[in-house]
DNA sequence: CAGTGAGCGAGCTTCCGCTTGACTT
């Protein structure tokens, strides 16, 4: 029977729609994207892998024409969507109503084809609720290409981005980094708070700690204050203080301990009155209801968890019907929820607490697309925690969500905030002034129901009272104790995961359902680590971060992704167009430099400078350098510490690398070596290390040795490891190289461990061994039994192949699947070919491996001599030729 | 930044945003 098919884009949603839209609707999902430009070589079609774009998949020099393809794991459910669109009368596409949703519509409908005899419409709904849904059916309107366009810039500018500057990054500072338009600014976010508390230096301060007795009859009768000015000067306080430690305001007194200490003794005999007493009215509306990044912050100061277990736990939540979707910018409440609330608040905490007109909330954020509704319990009417039968953190995290919107329907709490100052003369004349202020909640409100943590903690939670006696102005009040107090400015908190995400979204950088993976892209980059919940900074991000910065100052930019939400904005609204926005933020225009001219400009980058970081001042002659290995000291030429280097340990934060570090550590630059005990026989002592080829023991010569006496070395067998390593096993691989024995010749044979793994050694005649135990218990005649064989030519070729799958179409070749250094390949004796990603040797198939093997034969033969010059020449004199060939052709194309 | 001896298929890494998978006992 014919039916209309509507596809949303989630599972979740597809299962509460069906319902609602009933037997003459098939509704179905897309999981998100169906198409995308190829994220890797491997996916990349064959017939664009040659152009010089192809790597981008973005046609630069035409219209910037992208390259879509269906990811391998899509193309099932795409055949799926088929074939329920075969038996339709109707296509509703009826994704997000944002710009991503907008595309996923136009994918859909350029990837399904329907027949022109099927009509295709276009729904939309921001709640899910039957009414909404039953209206968006009867109300769809086209698809807006305009807003297609828009997404389509972005995607492009994200993967030109992402793809040119990432290469330059390979070439100057590691292979395997990134940049992009958001994980860059992330980085750079942290960079820089790193660098102000590197900058940030402490300032000491003091004030009076007082306690004042308001008599008898005064409730309470004892309450603080604190000193607040003295000569009508304000006493200088923590926020009065630059990062630099200096005053940053005037007009204030900056009490040192000796000033508070003489000030304190002055007041010994002072009484004081009542200056003024100010009251002041203390409302606080409820917070708006949870979107993503609000959630995150509040999972993470409430719950302790990071922001990606909150969206997992989110996600099992909407999964399973319990809260709406989680991945919204959007504060707005159906109609239905907020009845929902309403009539929770009147049952819970009585009508008094219930507002008389529903609370609307406005978004905050500034590029929010407002596709959902907030995050708030599913449903008409609000189930409890207790009745959800939920547990663990599942139980946690809803109840959070739970109790946040209900408490947004709520009254706001009411009270009153009091100020009172005292003053008073000192011994020696001055007048000092003592202020204490109080807050008292007469109505809670909200409150009752939830109070948001803070991550500043020096601010008072909204629920905090602090009561204060009832005094008048001029009424005299005794001191029961006056202390000096101490203070000290803290340099800027650095970033936790959940406090990053609430500066990216300010900015208007990423999306709901990246943030959580923002963070994981920095900490799996190595760019940033967690010390406890602290996000800090290795000193990698700082050479990354620099080259950015100094190189591709536009791209780095704090405002470059707002104003490219404005740009988006304009074409989306038919203002400005694609391909000429594309076309500057590449090519340039103006004075504007692009992107493409940049990245050719960057030979010039001195790849050395960038990752050297000086640490104090010149004349201390230490710098940091960022190796291949970690962080390492280098001494300046020409400075105190010439010719030294020591390592930093990875952990290290950078803004603990001081000048006095930085010597202890070249004092003692062995970094962490594990203390092994004595060797029996030479009495050196034996230590373990880890080093640039893994860890390895080795012994300590005395200071005055002879330079050219190095210690011995071994590294450690793949079975060790440096946490059980023991003196008697150092003593074993220290034992290393061993000699064996003799051959009939009377040439050694001595077995020990190299870089290919362990090995005999006679003469110049080596053979590997098949285990690192072996190097200790090989017997000579076990040793001249492999002697006794030929010597295998290369691993690989030894191995029996892993499968076999049959003759190759083309070459009329075997085809076997291989084993070899490069991870697993098929060959049919004249073209070898990696498999992929996604292939298996278990699933592969002779289809797959002749495609794979065609792939592979056209890009042309091996090139073995076309890099390091030839050292010998290929064995096929065709081959040679074309060889040639293609290499000039590429070093052309580089210039 | 410890120090080592052969000869072996080179080819790939990377962006941001949408959304859930998961071969078995």
Redesign the pocket.
Known sequence: MAHKLVIV?????ARTIGGYLGRDYVVE????????????????PTKIKDQPWG??AVDVDHGFEPYYVVPR?KKAHIAKLKKLLKDADELYLAT?E????EA?AWHLLDELKPGKDVPVKRMVFHEITKQAILEAADNPRELAMDLVEAQET??IL??????????VL?KKVM????????????TRLVVDREQERMKFRVASYWDLDGTFDAGSGHDPRIFPAKLYSVDDVRVARGSDFGNDGELSKRDRVHLTRADAESLAGALADTTYAVRSVESKPYTRKPYAPFRTTTLQQEASRKLGMSSSVTM?VA?RL??NGFIT?M?TDSTTLSGGAVQAARTQVRELYGADYVPDQPRVYASKVKNA?E??EAIRPAGESFRTPAQTGLSGDQFRLYELIWMRTVASQMKDARGESVTIRLGGAAADGRDVVFSSSGRTITFHGFLRAYVEDTDDTSKRRDDVETRLPALAEGEAVSAASVTPEGHETKPPARYTEATLIKELEERE???????A??IG?IL??GYVYKKGTALVPAWLAFSVTRLLVEHFPRQISYEF?ARMEDVLDDIAGGRRDRNTELAEFYFGSGDVEGLKTLVNELGDIDARELATFRVGDREEGINL?V??????LEGDEDGPFAGK?A?VPDDLPPDELSVAKARELFANPA?EEIELGQHPETGLRVVA??????????EQLPEDAPKKD??R????FKSMSLDTITLEDAVKLLS?PRVVGEDADGVEITA????????L?KG?????IDSEEKLLSITLDEALAIYAQP????????QAPLKELGNDPVSGQPVVV??????????DGE????L??DDSVEDLTLERAAELLA??RA?G????AAKKGAKKAPAKKTAKKSTAKKATKKVAKKS
């Open positions: 884009e989630s599972p979740a949603k999902s897309s999981i998100g994207h169906i198409r995308d430009l190829p994220n890797s070589a491997a996916d990349t790597r981008l794991d997000d944002d710009r991503e949703g996923i972005r995607r994200d993967r030109l981005y992402g793809y040119e500057v990432s290469p390979w292979s395997g980094l990134s940049a992009g338009r958001v994980q860059s600014v992330a997992s996600q909407y999964e979707y991945r697309q596709a959902h950088i990423g999306r709901p359902s990246t943030y993976s923002i892209t799996n980059r992704t350098r190796g291949r290995y970690g962080p390492y280097r390592n970094g290390k880890n080093g640039r080829y893994g860890p390895y023991v080795t190095r210690p070395t071994g590294s450690l290393l020990q461990n190299g870089r290919y793994g362990p090995y050694k110049t005649d080596s053979r590997s010597k295998q030519r290369g691993r690989a070729a030894a291989k084993s070899g250094r490069f991870g697993e390949y098929v060959t073209y070898n070919a990696t992929r990603k792939d592979r890009r033969p091996a090139k073995k």
